[in-house]
């Protein structure tokens, strides 16, 4: 029994030497998951440095801009509150619309012409005439005047300052898979080269079995 344990032992020692396979589809899922953890996994702790550091950089870039994202809301929106009387925390078309028109008198306008041309000349429609007006007519607790040019165009400026950012934003989330799609594929090819080369230079461990001395012959071979 006792020669068993020692067997044991002996065998669990000599294959802690000797370098495993690592699993190709692991260090893909690992990348994917998070970039830099399948190079590390293959054993590639530079590459792994290289794309922590990048992931990283795109975190801490990502929330930058959606701090700004939030300052450039909050600027449009004050601004069209002290210039233009309108309510804070509107949806984003209504935004829009201040943006597009000069005052809500202009807007009602256009929506009641295309309502009159489309529903009561071209389909004779009443009631749907009446709807298209209840949907898009801006009431008057929503009304809005920028007065001057001069205010409307700076509103403009904010809007648009705020649409740069939003689009920054989004590079930064392109940037983050596009980081996890190429750690993913170059942690898989790093694992598959891990592989060849353990195959290639690596040690192979073998136990054979001995009749004559009650017993097993264990081998160890590493090819350099």
């Known amino acids: 029994m006792k020669q068993v344990i020692l067997l044991i032992i002996l065998i669990c020692f000599v294959m802690s030497l000797t370098a495993t396979e690592k699993s190709v589809g692991k260090a893909f899922l690992f990348s994917a998951a998070i970039p830099g953890t399948g190079q590390y996994y293959a054993e590639n702790n530079t590459k792994a440095s290289v794309f922590w550091a990048a992931e990283i950089a795109i975190i801490f870039t990502y929330f930058r801009f959606r701090s700004e994202l939030d300052m450039a809301i909050n600027s449009y929106e004050q601004f069209a509150y002290t210039h233009a009387d309108v309510p804070k925390g509107n949806e984003d078309f209504y935004y829009q619309l201040i943006q597009d028109y000069k005052n809500s008198e202009i807007y009602n306008d256009s929506v009641l012409r295309y309502a009159r041309n489309v529903y009561l000349i071209y389909y004779n429609d009443p009631e749907g005439y009446e709807e298209y ?33 939003e689009i920054y934003t989004k590079f930064t989330v392109a940037a983050a898979i596009l980081n996890r799609i190429v750690s993913a594929i170059d942690a898989a090819l790093g694992t598959r080269n891990y592989n060849r080369d353990l195959h290639q230079s690596g040690g192979s461990l073998s136990v054979t079995p001995d009749f004559e001395r009650k017993g097993f012959e264990i081998g160890y071979e590493y090819k350099f």
């Open 133 to 165: 007006l209840q949907t898009y007519l801006i009431p008057e607790d929503r009304l809005w005047d920028w007065e001057t040019d001069k205010k409307w165009y700076e509103y403009r400026q904010l809007r648009r300052d705020k649409q740069n950012v």
